[in-house]
């Protein structure tokens, strides 16, 4: 267990984040994209909406042009967060599903090596505390063998992690027990889980199971629904068991925030506003059966 429960926010209590262009039309028709060149334009709608957070997205297509890889870029996030009093806390790294850190093609992995070193460097200049590492599609590590290669890879980066004070949030396709046992042979209190209520309900795992095997290192959750076996769907109507969810989160100790990859349309913030709705009305009756 993590700590003790009467220490614990309400969960209506909990910062509260959106993922990175929900709140704008989509970029380049992309479901989920950092919007190059109207990104700023999201600070000041999630502030209107009363938002804490926008998880920022590192794309593999055009990572250069990202502000979270230059000096001046980061320094535009944290002026636009200061000014909107929407803080950039947490980055979705997609660049490594498609470019994994552990690929089989020795100059992939160097470039994505690279590409993280920059990362973590600039990250500790927001103030950045996760960075989320998906290791799911081509990047999953579902083989023995893919494991491996990919904590060799990881090992060199866990005292940069522990000298900024950064996590690295895993998010993976994996059951319960096998995601422990992998953070088990990487041993670091750096390396934490990223949990996703909609894709753990679309691969039908059991949230007191996966909780039971690592509650205790989520420092970051995606709040979406999914059909099991299916796509993403508006919150409420897909099979995520958000009661029995939610009442792990609490009993684990969770401390981080709710960030908001939910179910999207082409222009976004409408589908947006209505689900927000509906997870603030959601916390509060969760809280309420808490007790």
Not at 93 to 109: E, G, I, T
Request: net charge negative; aromatic share 8%; with cysteine.
């Amino acid at each position: 267990m993590g700590t003790n429960t009467s220490e614990i926010l309400p969960l209506s209590a909990k910062k509260i984040g959106v993922m990175q262009g929900r709140l704008l039309p989509k970029y380049n028709g992309r479901y989920q994209a950092h919007p190059i060149g109207y990104w700023e334009d999201e600070f000041e709608i999630a502030a209107s909406l009363g938002l804490d957070l926008i998880e920022f997205i590192l794309d593999y297509n055009d990572y250069e042009d990202n502000p979270l890889m230059s000096v001046s870029g980061c320094r535009e996030i944290k002026e636009i967060s200061n000014q909107s009093g929407v803080h950039v806390k947490t980055v979705c790294a997609d660049y490594f599903m498609d470019a994994p850190l552990h690929s089989d093609d020795l100059n992939v992995a160097t470039l994505s090596a690279a590409v993280l070193r920059q990362l973590i460097l600039n990250a500790q200049n927001i103030g950045i505390s996760d960075l989320i590492i998906p290791l799911v599609d081509q990047s999953s590590v579902a083989t023995l063998e893919s494991q491996d290669r990919f904590i060799n890879a990881l090992t060199p980066f866990l005292i940069d992690l522990e000298a900024q004070n950064i996590n690295l949030n895993l998010e993976t396709d994996l059951g319960p027990s096998e995601f422990k046992n992998l953070l088990d042979q990487i041993d670091s209190k750096r390396v934490t889980v990223n949990y996703d209520t909609g894709n753990s309900a679309g691969m039908g795992y059991d949230p007191e199971q996966e909780f039971a095997a690592y509650g205790d290192r989520i420092t970051d959750i995606h709040i979406k629904d999914r059909v099991k076996d299916g796509f993403s769907v508006c919150l409420g109507q897909g099979s995520a068991n958000f009661s029995k969810t939610f009442k792990c989160i609490q009993n684990y100790g969770y401390t981080g925030p709710f960030i908001m990859q939910a179910f999207r349309d082409d222009e976004g913030l409408e589908i947006f506003k209505t689900q927000l709705t509906w997870l603030r009305a959601r916390l509060e009756v969760e809280d309420r059966n808490l007790g």
